[in-house]
């Protein structure tokens, strides 16, 4: 997982752990793109995360593989307004 300012972070428990201590308010565009094909697809919307009186606005994208029987991310990007 890779964050602004931040080393990357690698490993499952280290990315929960890391989302957990960051938390905030999170809210979605109205409006979200998805398509898709057979076993791949992708998303892709406005946010805005809250924290505290800091207001973070941008986009992100996410792309997602069917593997087996399940759905799974394979990339995830949120890209901040400046």
Do not use: C, H
């Not at 791949?40 to 946010?47: E, F, G, I, V």
Request: charged share 25%; net charge positive.
């Amino acid at each position: 997982m890779l964050r602004d300012g931040e080393f990357p972070i690698t490993g499952r428990k280290n990315a929960l752990a890391s989302a957990k201590k960051n938390q905030g308010a999170i809210r979605f565009g109205k409006r979200t793109n998805f398509f898709s094909t057979a076993d791949l697809a992708y998303t892709s919307n406005s946010y805005e995360i809250i924290r505290g009186s800091k207001t973070e606005k941008g986009n992100f994208v996410q792309v997602w593989k069917l593997r087996g029987a399940m759905w799974q991310i394979v990339l995830d990007v949120f890209s901040p307004v400046r």
